[in-house]
């Protein structure tokens, strides 16, 4: 049953919970309509909130740990940019091509890695994000070292390219907001279901009859084919690649995300992307103290909304029962 | 009438690492059957359930209405087997409904048949009817444990096997549930009972085994049993 405006408004716990998305969605469409430098701000956030949605079906829905969601990222920018600035390929035969080689490359690193469970796990995706890291830089006839990859045309289907800031976001606001309602489409569905019960217990899940090993397997594709995704977005909107974009910091910077947002839920991504995609630009003036101020309100947040922003409506006071 | 076997356990053996924790467990329920299995803490009770349903590391064959089933738990699922683990397993951020969907996992989506389904759970459990939009994990234990049960019955199974129902709860709880139990079984389901608290399996069932050190050591008639003493002497054979 759908809300009705006057009930949200009513309940506290309702609209606290819906104001972290509003204010999301509000820097956005103040990034489309006032353009500058914030266009550029909001235009990494939502490619990091596309990111972070594949990222929460893996470790939020699932249960499962990954640090090496940016191989699947260096996956898809390399695939755009080499198909696209060195073949001449269109930017969206190069996107399909790249989200297809992550998924036989999560398919196959996924069959033996995700039979590790835990600290085993982490550690097992964490090789796979250097060692793509580090293909990145070695295999310098293809990626170019670490000089990379420049010349990466923008995005565009035929003649028509989204050459301007402005556009380029608005694309780019679509994209996230097709993410974010796979990734709700999904948690509704059967799939969906059987990756949070396997994320409660993986005994109970197979006693239901879920086969726990296909359904990990499944959710580590689809969160790869997201990092592809992200990662052919930010090529073709940088214009360049080299493997310091795909970097670790890039999985630093999304589970910060994913937790400051909210783990587990559809807007957390979209919230957290924004959020600390916006936090430096906000302490920018404090300068020297820009990275202690920025480090403590992430643990402010953390220690003030566990559940991540996206959960505030949590923290309101219940309202009591009428009598 | 005799009926037949719809559970055949035999040298059904479980080890957790160097630990054997079952030892050659033998064991035959009959169609329509309510069994218990007893014994004390750490006897094996736990493990034959696991080893059954196909989540322990297991020796040996376990039959399924003639049929020899895989070490799989989804097969043992699809072919109608339903757990009901120790400590519930209910999954607790989702809400009663979508845990009650999960039960009937193995059917797809929703449709008449899983309405059905539903219809009858929440005719037995109708606490869990008003609830079915609260997230589970905010019930109290006899609530869940009744979603436990619920989700279990939503796959439809003809053998149910229930590991524990009454640990953490109040009697009066407890004897609500293993009712509705009875009531299901003279409906004509399977029932297999682990309990630790003996005298409330003996009132339902209609035979029960004593596990003791990883080994089933007793089979009993409960009418048998009229004391402590009597059990005792089983447990402790």
């Known amino acids: 049953m759908a809300t009705s405006p006057a009930t949200i408004l009513r309940n506290p716990r309702q609209w606290l919970g819906q104001l972290p998305l509003a204010f999301a969605v509000a820097v956005v469409a103040y990034a489309i309509i006032d353009g500058g430098y914030i266009v550029t701000v909001v235009g990494f956030a939502l490619i990091y909130a596309v990111f972070v949605a594949g990222l929460n079906i893996f470790m939020g829905y699932a249960g499962q740990t990954s640090f090496g969601q940016n191989a699947f990222a260096a996956i898809g ?136 090993g296909r359904t990990k397997l499944i959710a580590f594709v689809i969160s790869a084919m997201f990092a592809s995704l992200a990662g052919s977005l930010l090529v073709h909107i940088v214009g360049f690649i080299s493997p310091e974009m795909i970097g670790m910091n890039m999985v630093i910077l999304a589970f910060t995300m994913l937790y400051v947002g909210g783990i587990g839920t559809t807007t957390g991504p979209l919230i957290g992307a924004v959020v600390i995609g916006l936090l430096p630009e906000v302490f920018r003036g404090l300068k020297d103290y820009q990275d202690l101020v920025y480090g403590t309100a992430l643990i402010l947040i953390l220690i003030y909304a566990p559940g991540g922003i996206a959960s505030l409506g949590r923290l309101a006071p219940k309202r009591r029962a009428a009598r | 009438m005799t009926t037949a076997p719809i559970l055949e356990v035999r040298g059904l053996s479980a080890r957790y690492g160097e630990v054997v924790a079952l030892r050659d467990a033998e064991l035959t329920m009959r169609e329509g059957e309510f069994v218990a299995v007893l014994g004390p803490n750490g006897a094996g009770k736990s493990t034959l359930m696991r080893s059954i349903i196909g989540l322990a590391n297991a020796t040996g064959t376990v039959r399924f209405r003639g049929a020899a089933l895989k070490r799989d738990p989804a097969a043992v699922a699809a072919a109608g087997i339903a757990l009901v683990p120790e400590g519930r397993g209910i999954f607790g951020p989702m809400s009663v409904a979508e845990n009650l969907q999960l039960g009937a996992y193995m059917i797809g ?27 589970a994990g905010s019930m109290s234990g006899g609530e869940q444990q009744m979603l436990a049960v619920g989700r279990a019955l939503m796959a439809d ?53 004593v596990v003791s050190n990883g080994r089933i050591s007793a089979e009993i008639d409960p009418k048998e049993i009229t004391s402590h003493g009597d059990l005792a002497r089983y447990y402790f054979a």
């Open chain 2, 109 to 135: 989506g929703r449709g008449p048949d899983y309405e059905r389904r539903l219809a009858r759970v929440l005719h037995l459990f109708p606490r869990l009817k008003e609830r079915l939009d609260q997230v």
């Open chain 2, 157 to 209: 199974p003809k053998l149910i096997l229930l590991d524990e129902p009454s640990l953490g709860l109040a009697p009066k709880v407890t004897a609500e549930i293993l009712e509705s139990l009875a009531l299901l079984n003279r409906e004509g389901l399977s029932v297999l009972l682990v309990e630790q608290k003996a005298p409330l399996a003996l009132k339902l069932a209609g035979r029960a085994y």
């Open chain 1, 77 to 212: 920018g390399y695939a755009s940019a080499v198909l696209t600035a060195t073949y001449g390929w269109p930017p969206l035969a190069g996107i399909v091509a790249g989200m297809a080689g992550a998924v036989v490359c999560a398919l196959l690193i996924g069959m033996p890695t995700l039979r590790l469970k835990g600290h085993y796990l982490a550690m097992g995706t964490l090789a796979i994000g250097l060692i793509v890291y580090e293909i990145a830089v070695e295999w310098q006839s293809v990626t170019n070292g670490y000089m990379g990859i420049s010349g990466i045309p923008p995005l565009g289907i035929g003649s028509w390219e989204l050459e301007s800031d402005r556009a380029q976001l608005i694309f780019l606001a679509i994209v996230t907001a097709l993410s974010l309602w796979a990734t709700w489409r999904l948690r509704q569905s059967r799939f969906g279901r059987a990756l949070v019960a396997l994320s409660g217990s993986e005994d109970a899940a197979r006693a239901l009859g879920i086969n726990v």
